[in-house]
């Protein structure tokens, strides 16, 4: 008995020896009645170990104590077994074998202290574990494996089973993967506590099916869940995260275990590879939304189920029309990520706002024949309703200079300039048709009185042509109204036709000339 008696925590009481302890007695170490926590018990030995004891570690004002044990292998069995004496701890028996009793007078099942198994292989439990006293837990940590071959139940406490435990001595452990499993038609049944499963680096499998666990609220470590022999059963769970263990939490920035709820948590670290989408909307159009393409994922999991947040890009100004302007804008990671756990690599792309192409349609403006080639051209649009800016073109000319309908217009060297001009592309060169009209000329004669009213070609002048350019004419003759003297009667020259000469007869025409005869 190393009880406190009033107030205090309890003592410490080992019993060991060097090849085989067998306890069917009782420890009492309890806190003190007016306050303290129970105390520490060890039943161990060198080789072998059987317990079939009462350790009461309990405290009525303070946290139960701990019972301890831990051979090489612990297998919890009716049959053959042995009292549970106290913790079973990694350094008590280290080579040796236990088995001890789950039920009945001195096994685990009727322990007050908290109960804590230690074996540096494997731990089985191979006959139900029911342990009625309120709040007393259960631990039991393996350098291996651990079996649940039978149920275990606490009455509304912790149960926490951990395999491949780093604390266990590897010279002491047997090789293989090691991991935890459930057998079919067991449960582990915590009531209002927490159950803590943790296969470390190996492999958990349940083979019990969906109502394997029954708890306020259980947490499965393992490795990865695409291991081979990794089993869930059915478990309905609220999260998962990856790179996240028992010992060092979830390790990727930004992921933490929520408060609340069942889950899966796996060492494994993956890594998402994602690149963003290169994006080159038009100038005046409506933004393009920031799309990524991704590889990587594990487990079933999609994008739409293990990344949040979005991509995200600066943005430029805006055109007088309220338009973003043409420019390239690179595409980060924004928020993106994962809270599952996984990490990620990012490559980003650009998003650039290309020119609009401008169509600038093109009307030709009909002259009069002027033996030059010039042209001009009047312009209309697309813009977008409310830019600003001007449409330049150095040149707009006729192929040649004769008169003619329909002729091409060539419009060269089109540029824009001022206001929102960088939001466009414009073609450098365009073209149209307009006419070149034949130019009037006049006609003039004068003459002795004769009694007629004609007007011979010859004895005519053309005047008003380009640049002092000459013509004859044929035909003939022209008429006048009246065969007496008279000055700048008009001339009738229906019968007259021009003749080229220096000048085309083509670029000219009597219709429209002011025509006399004197």
């Known amino acids: 008995n190393v009880s406190a008696t009033e107030q205090g925590n309890g003592g410490r009481a080992i019993v060991w020896s060097e090849m085989d302890t067998r306890f069917a007695g009782t420890v009492l170490a309890r806190g003190g009645a007016q306050g303290g926590d129970g105390g520490f018990v060890e039943v161990s030995s060198g080789e072998h170990l059987g317990f079939r004891g009462n350790v009461n570690a309990g405290a009525p004002n303070g946290a139960a104590g701990t019972l301890l044990l831990d051979p090489k292998n612990i297998d919890v069995n009716d049959t053959g077994g042995a009292a549970l004496g106290g913790n079973n701890l990694f350094t008590d028996d280290p080579t040796g074998n236990s088995i001890i009793f789950a039920t009945g007078a001195g096994s685990i099942s009727a322990q007050t202290a908290n109960v804590l198994l230690q074996a540096h292989n494997d731990i089985t439990f191979s006959s139900p574990v029911n342990i009625t006293n309120a709040g007393t837990t259960l631990t039991a940590q393996a350098g291996r494996s651990i079996l649940?071959?039978?149920?275990?139940?606490?009455?509304?406490?912790?149960?926490?089973?951990?395999?491949?435990?780093?604390?266990?001595?590897?010279?002491?452990?047997?090789?293989?993967?090691?991991?935890?499993?459930?057998?079919?038609?067991?449960?582990?049944?915590?009531?209002?506590?927490?159950?803590?499963?943790?296969?470390?680096?190996?492999?958990?499998?349940?083979?019990?099916?969906?109502?394997?666990?029954?708890?306020?609220?259980?947490l499965v470590y393992s490795a990865d869940p695409g291991a081979l022999g990794e089993n869930r059963g059915g478990l309905a769970f609220d999260f998962k995260r990856y790179n996240c263990t028992l010992i060092?939490?979830?390790?990727?920035?930004?992921?933490?275990?929520?408060?609340?709820?069942?889950?899966?948590?796996?060492?494994?670290?993956?890594?998402?590879?994602?690149?963003?989408?290169?994006?080159?909307?038009?100038?005046?159009?409506?933004?393009?939304?920031?799309?990524?393409?991704?590889?990587?994922?594990?487990?079933?999991?999609?994008?739409?189920?293990?990344?949040?947040?979005?991509?995200?890009?600066?943005?430029?100004?805006?055109?007088?029309?309220?338009?973003?302007?043409?420019?390239?804008?690179?595409?980060?990671?924004?928020?993106?990520?994962?809270?599952?756990?996984?990490?990620?690599?990012?490559?980003?792309?650009?998003?650039?706002?290309?020119?609009?192409?401008?169509?600038?349609?093109?009307?030709?403006?009909?002259?009069?024949?002027?033996?030059?080639?010039?042209?001009?051209?009047?312009?209309?649009?697309?813009?977008?309703?409310?830019?600003?800016?001007?449409?330049?073109?150095?040149?707009?000319?006729?192929?040649?200079?004769?008169?003619?309908?329909?002729?091409?217009?060539?419009?060269?060297?089109?540029?824009?300039?001022?206001?929102?001009?960088?939001?466009?592309?414009?073609?450098?060169?365009?073209?149209?048709?307009?006419?070149?009209?034949?130019?009037?000329?006049?006609?003039?004669?004068?003459?002795?009185?004769?009694?007629?009213v004609n007007f011979a070609s010859g004895i005519l002048t053309i005047t008003n042509t380009v640049l002092g350019q000459t013509l004859t004419l044929s035909g003939g003759p022209g008429t006048v109204p009246s065969a007496n003297v008279a000055t700048n009667q008009t001339l009738t020259v229906t019968a007259l036709a021009l003749v080229s000469g220096t000048g085309l007869a083509s670029n000219y025409t009597l219709v429209g000339g002011t025509h006399t005869g004197t």
């Open 148 to 218: 649940v071959n039978a149920s275990i139940a606490t009455s509304n406490a912790n149960i926490t089973l951990i395999a491949n435990d780093p604390g266990a001595n590897p010279l002491n452990r047997d090789a293989g993967a090691g991991g935890i499993t459930l057998a079919a038609l067991t449960t582990i049944n915590a009531g209002t506590g927490t159950i803590t499963l943790s296969a470390g680096s190996g492999i958990f499998t349940n083979n019990a099916g969906a109502g394997a666990l029954m708890a306020g609220r259980w």
């Open 248 to 452: 060092g939490g979830c390790l990727t920035a930004g992921t933490s275990i929520p408060g609340t709820g069942d889950g899966f948590l796996y060492s494994i670290a993956p890594t998402l590879v994602i690149g963003a989408d290169a994006k080159s909307p038009v100038y005046g159009t409506a933004p393009v939304a920031l799309t990524f393409t991704s590889s990587g994922f594990i487990d079933g999991d999609t994008a739409g189920t293990a990344l949040t947040g979005a991509l995200t890009r600066t943005t430029g100004l805006n055109s007088t029309s309220l338009n973003e302007v043409v420019g390239t804008h690179p595409i980060t990671q924004g928020t993106l990520a994962s809270a599952l756990g996984y990490q990620i690599s990012y490559t980003g792309a650009n998003y650039v706002i290309t020119a609009r192409p401008l169509t600038v349609t093109y009307t030709g403006v009909n002259k009069g024949y002027d033996a030059n080639t010039t042209a001009t051209v009047n312009t209309t649009d697309n813009r977008i309703a409310g830019d600003l800016f001007t449409i330049n073109r150095t040149a707009t000319f006729f192929p040649d200079a004769n008169a003619a309908n329909n002729k091409t217009v060539n419009v060269t060297a089109v540029s824009l300039s001022t206001g929102d001009a960088a939001n466009y592309s414009v073609a450098a060169t365009g073209s149209t048709t307009a006419n070149i009209t034949a130019k009037p000329v006049n006609l003039s004669g004068t003459r002795v009185y004769d009694g007629t």
